[in-house]
């Protein structure tokens, strides 16, 4: 019973250890196929997460104007982004763009990230930088501030950009 033992000890460490054995040759000398898959990485998997907010677009009467006359519009960027766990790069989380015609407005960006992300690369809060500008080439220079915060506190307060006319 002893030596029974010994044996099923031995093979109970060998399966342990992850030894197997070689591939077996088939009747015609050929090896069996071998697999080429990576070894098991972890995946994950996205997880979306939305944290709409309010943003009010303001703009002077000569970009109104200007834009009118070149039948331009413009464009509110939103990227959102996190400080990285390890390293100074920022963590990309997301863009949107929405397109807007000349006026005061106040819009709705839909804050959309992966909070899986935010859980595993992200120190801190997610965050957002909202900018705006003209979407046609030919389009007048017009300078926008920006509005950049962390998303909740978008989320609680909204945000706020103006706009100005630099040139015609």
Known sequence: MT???GLFMLGFLLAACG???EPETGTAGMAAPATTHAPDAVTYEPRPAALPF???ITVSADVIRALDAAGAKLTVGADYYGKARSGDAPVSLGHEDRQISAGN???TLAGRFDAGRVA???NGDPRVKVSAAVSDAGGPVVYCTEFEESL???VETGGFIHCELLSE
């Open 3 to 5: 030596r029974v033992s």
């Open 19 to 21: 030894h197997s054995p």
């Open 54 to 56: 309010r943003l009010d």
């Open 105 to 107: 407005k106040s819009v």
């Open 120 to 122: 595993r690369e992200v």
């Open 152 to 154: 909740a506190i978008a």
